[in-house]
């Protein structure tokens, strides 16, 4: 069974500044997609970037980006130039891609801007 | 468009009753799972739908709950007897159905807040 690991529950930085949340996962598949979602206090669930495991180039959305390193089975998120609206709830999460399949969640950092 | 809609947002009830949550989901969407979101924790898969055929619930906790979608839309999750340990967000997300390649990003509602006195 895939597993994802967040060892951060809890991790802050200053406006403006870059930060690095940490992800791990366990899987045998050699083909699966990787997430990460960010859930504010409204709690929905806002998809912030997608990783697929066949493609080595890591995936940037605008200030954010990942390192995806497909060996070591890690894939942590990068915020540049923090914004008081970037603090959430953050999930690492993973997907099979060979069948229609649920997203399978880690326990979640949660990331706060200080001004 | 109209994204994911959940009913209703907050729900209180007492131990030993039974509850109904709506999940509207995106239209057109074939499937449309439900997770389980415990206080501080990461959301946790319950059950899968494609169309009206429940494909996978092997996340359902115990025979206390129990997920219909008889008109392949609207789903509902009903939870029997409910126990103070079913308190928890409880999360709905759609998608397009692409042949079985998880391509389709998951649409997620906001959420039913459940609290169980």
């Known amino acids: 069974a895939q597993t994802v690991t967040q060892s951060q529950p809890e991790m802050s930085v200053q406006e403006a500044e870059t930060v690095t949340l940490s992800c791990t996962y366990d899987?045998?598949?050699?083909?699966?997609?990787l997430f990460w979602y960010k859930q504010p206090p409204s709690r929905q669930m806002i998809l912030v970037i997608r990783?697929?495991?066949?493609?080595?180039q890591n995936a940037t959305e605008n200030r954010f980006s990942v390192n995806f390193q497909k060996a070591a089975k890690s894939f942590s998120l990068k915020i540049s130039d923090s914004q008081l609206g970037d603090a959430a709830m953050y999930f690492c999460?993973?997907?099979?891609?060979?069948?229609?399949?649920?997203?399978?969640f880690g326990k979640g950092t949660r990331l706060h801007i200080l001004p | 468009g109209a994204g994911v809609s959940q009913s209703p947002r907050y729900k209180v009830a007492k131990r030993g009753q039974d509850v109904a949550l709506r999940c509207d989901p995106i239209?057109?969407?074939?499937?449309l799972f439900w997770y389980q979101q415990a206080l501080g924790q990461g959301p946790e898969f319950l059950t899968y739908?494609?169309?009206?055929?429940?494909?996978?619930k092997s996340g359902l906790p115990s025979d206390r709950f129990f997920a219909e979608r008889p008109e392949g839309s609207v789903s509902t999750l009903k939870i029997q007897r409910t126990q103070q340990e079913d308190s928890a967000v409880y999360l709905c997300?759609?998608?397009?159905?692409?042949?079985?390649?998880?391509?389709?990003?998951?649409?997620f509602g906001d959420g039913t807040r459940l609290s169980i006195l």
């Open positions: 990783q697929e495991a066949y493609k080595q």
């Open positions: 899987t045998s598949e050699s083909d699966y997609y």
């Open positions: 997300a759609s998608s397009l159905f692409d042949g079985g390649y998880s391509n389709q990003p998951q649409h």
């Open positions: 999460a993973y997907r099979s891609k060979n069948r229609d399949d649920k997203i399978i």
């Open positions: 739908f494609q169309n009206e055929a429940q494909l996978d």
């Open positions: 239209s057109g969407h074939v499937s």
